[in-house]
């Protein structure tokens, strides 16, 4: 499974950037993909996941609607458009893929970050 993203950058406060995360490999036709983030000196986060199949959506609480996690299947791609970004969303991000099938959900070891495939991430700097 690869897991390649790209659309990070510098933004200023109040600015918008949209992640794509291109998965090829992945063997199944759904499962639990997502977007999660770490800052220095931080834990790895869940920021939004979506099970693929039936589009359900999980976000964090810091999301508070300025996020948005969405899926191509015809692609096989995965975004995650920003909008209203502050200095604290600086971080790496990393596009996400379930290991294993549990049902048509993500499971919490998957929006923990403890079942999944990874990629290599992506930076985001929000700084004026």
């Known amino acids: 499974v690869q897991l390649v993203e790209s659309g990070g950058g510098s933004v200023q406060p109040g600015g918008s950037l949209k992640l794509s995360c291109a998965v090829s490999g992945y063997p199944y036709s759904s499962g639990c993909m997502g977007w999660f983030r770490q800052a220095p000196g931080s834990e790895r986060e869940l920021v939004g996941a979506?099970?693929?199949?039936?589009?359900?959506?999980y976000y964090a609480s810091f999301v508070k609607g300025r996020f948005t996690v969405s899926h191509d299947k015809a692609e096989n791609m995965l975004y995650l458009q920003m909008n209203t970004l502050k200095p604290e969303d600086t971080a790496m991000y990393y596009c996400?893929?379930?290991?294993?099938?549990?049902?048509?959900?993500?499971?919490?070891?998957?929006?923990?970050?403890?079942?999944?495939?990874w990629g290599q991430g992506t930076q985001v700097t929000v700084s004026s």
């Open positions: 996400a893929a379930g290991r294993t099938i549990r049902g048509p959900i993500c499971t919490n070891d998957q929006l923990a970050g403890r079942d999944n495939y």
């Open positions: 979506i099970y693929t199949g039936t589009s359900r959506l």
